[in-house]
């Protein structure tokens, strides 16, 4: 599947799906089209495929299949398991000022219904400090919530060893401490073991991994409870009912068996390639910074700060040269405000209007990084020459 | 969002972008913490009351520099009087519109006109006053 000469830098945005998981989900559109919860052959068909994925998954996570739970994305998992704990709008959470706005939101939300939320702030190079989240805690405190790796800057925190500490921490307490991590971008490109994160819920989603929209899970440990968003049926124990998107989870499941394909260390090496050579050439330009921690984040995520340029712009000037990336600039998100995640970082509103966003995925080349480096310093240049501060 | 064709071609190739050595007036508005911010420079004949040239300067947005764009272009070589009739509905016409989000865009580029102008218009009333303040 060759593109037109256009290149693709918004990988975190989403992939484009794999074509060996597009062939695993076609038959499941009109061959085996039955609704998995029926109980005839054809739903049989349907159900057998949801439970591979369902094993596929389980495998990959380390836990037990009926640990996981389908839902329609990363924005509905994180709903459900924040707003699933909280049902009684009782108790405290803490999280973090730089999560992704599905679960920011809803811990906002939250907060409004009377539920005590702690926002801890990311220190300057997007890290999470775990001694700031400890000291947070209190007696009433139900739920932790971090999120593996940030989707604008992409750096990584040690969701293992806060686990870890907060295991010892759930021994001298009779009401325990739920452990939960958005890990949506982290899936691709880091352990994912639960039984190493020690957590209690992971949130991932399918079309960050090459696999279709609309589809994703999240793992939810035995001794968890949730009460549901949504009344029906008896899928996903009654935690997710509605019929279940058989060819979108058969095509979850396949993405993630692809993550443990023998080649995948192979594409994350050259993605780190790709991405410490775009970095090393952009900062040769002048006024020209990282967001982000250099060695603590994803091999796909560059986060650049130009000064006197403005994000949207540099965007739009891309675009027009045929190369798709993302801006946390306030012009290109309706919302008139800079990225909440690069302001938490202590970026400063005028400089966050700035940034750039690259995220590779694993179609990229070395030459589209080549041909990208030239454009993005002549379109810098072009747009300083328009500003009034040289 | 989608720009129209418009917006994309004065993004593309902005008229009256730069500066002008002696102005008789400048301007700047919008902020850094906002994200954009618009410099206007004029050049005024002073028989005629009509802006002879009008250049700009813009840090922000496509549509910020777009409206830049236009605003210089509806401008130069209007009396004063007229070039301060030119209003968003103008400039949003000649762009083909805006997304709704970026329509303060344009409300910046009216500004940034006006307040240039205005600058002017002081300037002179001020000089003339002196000179009337001389005589008495």
């Known amino acids: ?390 | 969002m989608l720009y129209s064709k418009q917006v994309l071609d004065h993004f593309q190739n902005p008229r009256n972008q730069g500066k002008i050595s002696n102005p008789d007036a400048t301007s700047q508005v919008g902020n850094p913490v906002c994200g954009d911010i618009m410099k206007i420079y004029l050049k005024i004949d002073k028989k005629l009351n009509k802006i002879k040239d009008i250049k700009f300067e813009t840090l922000g947005c496509g549509a910020a520099i777009a409206c830049s764009s236009v605003v210089t272009q509806e401008a130069k070589g209007k009396t004063l009087e007229n070039a301060l009739k030119i209003d968003k509905s103008i400039i949003l016409k000649k762009l083909g519109g805006l997304p709704p989000q970026k329509v303060h865009c344009s409300m910046l580029s009216i500004e940034a006109l006006h307040k240039a102008i205005n600058d002017y218009l002081k300037k002179t009333n001020d000089k003339k006053s002196r000179k009337s303040n001389r005589k008495n």
């Open chain 1, 1 to 390: 599947m060759k593109k037109q000469n256009k290149i693709y830098f918004d990988n975190s945005a989403t992939t484009q799906i794999d074509k060996e998981v597009l062939k695993e989900m076609i038959p499941y559109f009109n061959l085996q089209f039955g609704n998995a919860s029926s109980i005839h052959e054809f739903g049989q068909k349907a159900e057998a495929g949801v439970l591979n994925a369902k094993y596929i998954i389980s495998k990959f996570l380390n836990c037990k299949p009926n640990e996981i739970i389908f839902t329609s994305g990363a924005t509905e998992s994180n709903n459900t398991i924040l707003q699933g704990v909280f049902s009684d709008f009782k108790g405290h959470l803490i999280t973090t000022m730089f999560e992704h706005p599905c679960v920011l939101e809803t811990a906002k939300y939250l907060s409004r219904r009377g539920v005590d939320v702690t926002f801890i702030a990311p220190e300057k190079n997007g890290i999470i400090d775990p001694q700031k989240i400890f000291r947070a805690i209190k007696e009433n405190t139900r739920l932790i919530s971090i999120m593996y790796a940030n989707n604008e800057v992409g750096t990584v925190s040690n969701i293992a060893h806060i686990g870890k500490k907060l295991a010892e921490i759930n021994e001298k307490r009779t009401n325990k401490i739920l452990f939960h991590s958005d890990a949506v971008q982290a899936c691709y490109f880091r352990d994912m073991d639960v039984k190493k994160l020690r957590a209690d819920f992971v949130s991932i989603s399918s079309h960050k991994i090459y696999g279709p929209k609309g589809v994703g899970a999240f793992f939810m440990s035995e001794r968890a409870k949730l009460s549901p968003l949504m009344y029906g049926g008896q899928q996903e124990y009654g935690i997710r009912p509605g019929t279940y998107n058989v060819p979108a989870i058969v095509g979850f499941g396949k993405a993630i068996q692809l993550i443990s394909s023998k080649d995948h260390k192979k594409i994350i090496e050259k993605m780190k390639k790709i991405r410490d050579y775009i970095i090393k050439e952009a900062l040769k330009i002048k006024g020209v910074s990282l967001n982000g921690d250099k060695d603590k984040r994803l091999e796909n995520n560059i986060n650049l700060l130009f000064e006197n340029v403005e994000g949207e712009s540099l965007l739009l000037k891309l675009d027009l040269c045929g190369v798709a990336c993302s801006t946390g600039s306030a012009c290109a998100s309706g919302s008139l405000s800079a990225s909440h995640a690069l302001l938490s970082m202590g970026i400063k509103p005028e400089n966050a209007h700035g940034s750039l966003r690259i995220s590779l995925g694993k179609y990229n080349t070395m030459e589209e990084a080549k041909k990208f480096v030239m454009i993005l310093k002549k379109s810098v240049i072009q747009l300083r020459k328009f500003s009034p501060f040289k």
